[in-house]
């Protein structure tokens, strides 16, 4: 049986323009925290009995969350608190002490690596002088990380500063550490893992390196965050309908005024850089939008279909996203019941399309009003 830690007790210092009140491994993706994909990751394993929460800040986000949501993982789930903050070596140690087996496997909790624990924990056993085994991953066109260098005994040799590197080997932030051959007692309270563990013990020859092509990504960074809504969708989630928010989400937003016409309409380039996923993702997909110029007066209902004729053209024929219906709401007063955040739009819709159900079903849109409209309507719920 094999214990594991989670290192949740990240600031989450770089997320903060847009995570910035729960713990970074409790950020939302694609509707669930991201700390709900990694303990998903290790119920894939029976051999792990037991899991550790390395936690710290904002903690009682994690406790709250857990409390609801410990049924659905097949093994215990243990707390290690962090008073103060420890660095990722205090938090391990402490993680360590609450530890039974010799063997721990430790991940990060704002990475997502997904490694074959099995053939991991077989190359660990088979290096009976290893302290930590390393997952490896490899990388193309990087600068972002520090690269791993390893000989053909797998024993790794160096980590090198962070530059740019056409192709190679980095940390992927699963360990798995032989509580036997690391002592970590005369470090200071607060240290780092990566600079007065393992760097001090290359030269020792104990550190080994376990490569895997298993999915990768860090959501440490605003853009990687983004990334991984799109990705884990596609993924690791159930969900077989989506529901987008036009303006801001599909479009460019136009600053006081609204979108009347074709020639006024601008894809968002990142929205067309995951079209394609989304539509190789989804089985049904549907627009919901707030569209008050037409209320105003300020353009015609004919205009409207004109532009989502076209959008749906080039969204149909260059990225392979069919969208199956359009629902919007032309009310200029705020409690219109069709206009979000109310929840007219979405009754609509499963009147029109009964087999559509909402605990299959997510929505991505830029504003409160698509965050409220979601939750109103009982549906996950993406932020762009």
Same mark, same amino acid.
């Given at each position: 049986?094999?214990?594991?830690?989670?290192?949740?007790?990240?600031?989450?210092?770089?997320?903060? !323009?847009?995570?910035?009140?729960?713990?970074?491994?409790?950020?939302?993706?694609?509707?669930?925290? /991201?700390?709900?994909?990694?303990?998903?990751?290790?119920?894939?394993?029976?051999?792990?009995?037991?899991?550790?929460? !390395?936690?710290?800040?904002?903690?009682?986000?994690? /406790?709250?969350?857990?409390?609801?949501?410990?049924?659905?993982?097949?093994?215990?789930?243990?707390?290690?608190?962090?008073?103060?903050?420890?660095?990722?070596?205090?938090? =391990?140690?402490?993680?360590?002490?609450?530890?039974?087996?010799?063997?721990?496997?430790?991940?990060?909790?704002?990475?997502?690596?997904?490694?074959?624990?099995?053939?991991? !924990?077989?190359?660990?056993?088979?290096?009976?002088?290893?302290?930590?085994?390393?997952?490896?991953?490899?990388?193309?066109?990087?600068?972002?990380?520090?690269?791993?260098?390893?000989?053909?005994?797998?024993?790794? #040799?160096?980590?090198?500063?962070?530059?740019?590197?056409?192709?190679?080997? =980095?940390?992927?932030?699963? &360990?798995?550490?032989?509580?036997?051959?690391?002592?970590?007692?005369?470090?200071?309270?607060?240290?780092?893992?990566?600079?007065?563990?393992?760097?001090?013990?290359?030269?020792?020859?104990?550190?080994?390196?376990?490569?895997?092509?298993?999915?990768? =990504?860090? =959501?440490?960074?605003?853009?990687?965050?983004?990334?991984?809504?799109?990705?884990?969708?596609?993924? &690791?989630? !159930?969900?077989?309908?989506?529901?987008?928010?036009?303006?801001?989400?599909?479009?460019?937003?136009?600053?006081?005024?609204?979108?009347?016409?074709?020639? @006024?309409?601008?894809?968002?380039? @990142?929205?067309?850089?995951?079209?394609?996923?989304?539509?190789? #993702?989804?089985?049904?997909? /549907?627009?919901?939008?707030?569209?008050?110029?037409?209320?105003?007066?300020?353009?015609?209902?004919?205009?409207?279909?004109?532009?989502?004729?076209?959008?749906?053209?080039?969204?149909?024929?260059? &990225?392979?996203?069919?969208?199956?219906?359009?629902?919007?709401?032309?009310?200029?007063?705020?409690?219109?019941?069709?206009?979000?955040?109310?929840?007219?739009?979405?009754?609509?819709?499963?009147?029109?399309?009964?087999?559509?159900?909402? @605990?299959? #079903?997510?929505?991505?849109?830029?504003?409160?009003?698509? @965050?409220?409209?979601?939750?109103?309507?009982?549906?996950?719920?993406?932020?762009?």
């Amino acid at each position: 049986m094999m214990e594991a830690i989670v290192l949740a007790g990240g600031l989450g210092t770089r997320l903060r !323009s847009v995570v910035s009140e729960v713990p970074k491994c409790m950020a939302p993706v694609a509707g669930k925290p /991201f700390l709900w994909y990694l303990l998903a990751y290790l119920a894939r394993y029976q051999e792990v009995s037991r899991v550790v929460l !390395s936690v710290g800040y904002l903690r009682e986000v994690i /406790f709250d969350w857990v409390k609801v949501a410990a049924g659905q993982f097949p093994f215990e789930i243990d707390y290690a608190i962090e008073d103060v903050p420890l660095g990722t070596g205090g938090g =391990i140690r402490l993680a360590l002490s609450k530890c039974i087996g010799d063997d721990v496997l430790v991940l990060n909790g704002d990475t997502m690596f997904d490694v074959d624990l099995r053939r991991m !924990s077989e190359s660990h056993v088979r290096q009976p002088n290893a302290a930590v085994t390393l997952s490896l991953c490899r990388l193309q066109q990087f600068d972002r990380y520090g690269r791993v260098s390893m000989d053909d005994g797998q024993v790794i #040799t160096g980590f090198h500063e962070k530059q740019y590197c056409e192709d190679g080997l =980095i940390n992927g932030g699963v &360990y798995l550490i032989r509580r036997s051959r690391l002592d970590l007692s005369a470090l200071p309270e607060r240290f780092s893992f990566e600079k007065e563990v393992f760097e001090p013990h290359v030269k020792q020859r104990d550190l080994y390196g376990f490569v895997s092509d298993g999915f990768f =990504i860090d =959501i440490g960074i605003p853009e990687d965050y983004l990334r991984a809504q799109f990705e884990f969708l596609a993924r &690791y989630c !159930s969900y077989d309908t989506l529901l987008l928010d036009r303006d801001g989400t599909i479009n460019v937003r136009r600053p006081n005024d609204y979108v009347k016409t074709w020639q @006024e309409f601008q894809f968002r380039p @990142e929205f067309l850089h995951w079209a394609s996923l989304l539509g190789r #993702t989804f089985r049904r997909i /549907f627009i919901v939008t707030n569209q008050r110029g037409i209320g105003r007066g300020v353009m015609t209902e004919e205009a409207l279909h004109d532009i989502h004729g076209r959008m749906c053209n080039v969204l149909s024929a260059e &990225y392979g996203l069919h969208v199956d219906d359009i629902f919007y709401a032309t009310g200029v007063d705020e409690a219109d019941p069709r206009r979000k955040p109310q929840t007219g739009m979405w009754q609509d819709l499963l009147e029109a399309y009964p087999d559509v159900q909402a @605990e299959r #079903t997510v929505m991505i849109g830029d504003g409160d009003a698509d @965050e409220a409209f979601a939750r109103n309507c009982h549906l996950a719920f993406i932020r762009v």
